[in-house]
């Protein structure tokens, strides 16, 4: 079983619309939570980073969630633009020292005009 | 641009042949890894390299697979006979101690097996 779920797999949306997506994963203990955003045929690219004692942390319009009692974390996108089109991978690490990291499937998002 | 490269960006090669990809990660950090990752999926750890030493590899890294890092800078991964299967987007993250432990990926290489 996949050690980091997410939902929705898939969503398409209207620009300007906000949207959530969902995080849980069952990775313990960690040692931080990344949301990354992955353009089609592009590397992922880093839009935010938590340790276990942060709830919050915003880049831009991105604004990541992580309860890690519920082992739950969400990425809020607000007022959705064409270029936020893309696949949305959470990614767990542990704390280890080889910095393993566990990946969701993501979400791919599809902003639509 | 995340400060890693990778070339070639795309390769399209028959059954068979023997492919190499190169990733140049941030000149300062000493761990490299590779990934695959197939259509749909999160990416799929295969090797990782401490300097110039290959510190771990996955299952998924058949004896077909060979990576290097010689002097512990720029890395390289063969495939050898290659098969459809094969077929993935090969990811290189660079890591650098810091606040976070951040892996910073590089564009990838698309390979298409015919």
């Known amino acids: 079983k996949n050690q980091v779920e997410q939902s929705p797999q898939s969503l398409i949306i209207l620009e300007g619309k ?4 969902q995080c849980n994963y069952t990775v313990s203990p960690f ?19 938590m340790t276990f004692s942060e709830n919050t942390k915003s880049n831009g319009r ?14 809020h996108i607000t007022a959705s633009q064409l270029s936020d089109s893309a696949s ?11 910095n393993r990291l566990a990946f969701g499937k993501g979400n791919q998002v599809v902003v639509i005009p | 641009d995340t400060g890693v490269s990778q070339d070639p960006r795309h ?5 068979g042949q023997n492919v190499t990809f190169r990733c140049d990660p941030i000149s300062e950090h000493n761990r490299l890894y590779w990934y695959r990752q197939t259509l749909g999926q999160g990416p799929e750890f295969l090797t990782y390299f401490q300097n110039e030493a290959q510190l771990e590899k996955s299952r998924l890294l058949s ?20 098969e459809q299967g094969d077929s993935a987007m090969y990811l290189c993250a660079s890591w650098g101690q810091g606040v976070y432990n951040e892996q910073f990926f590089g564009p990838g290489t698309r390979l298409t097996v015919l």
């Open chain 1, 18 to 21: 906000n949207c959530t997506l």
């Open chain 1, 88 to 98: 949305y991978i959470c990614v767990v690490s542990d704390p280890g020292g080889n």
């Open chain 1, 62 to 75: 991105y604004t990541a969630t992580l309860d890690a009692d519920t082992k739950q974390s969400s990425l």
């Open chain 2, 63 to 82: 004896d077909r697979f060979s990576a290097e890092r010689p002097k512990g800078s720029f890395s390289t991964l063969e495939i050898q006979r290659t």
């Open chain 2, 11 to 15: 390769k399209i090669t028959k059954r």
């Open chain 1, 31 to 49: 040692s931080n939570l990344r949301w990354y955003k992955q353009d089609t045929g592009r590397g992922p690219v880093s839009l935010t980073i």
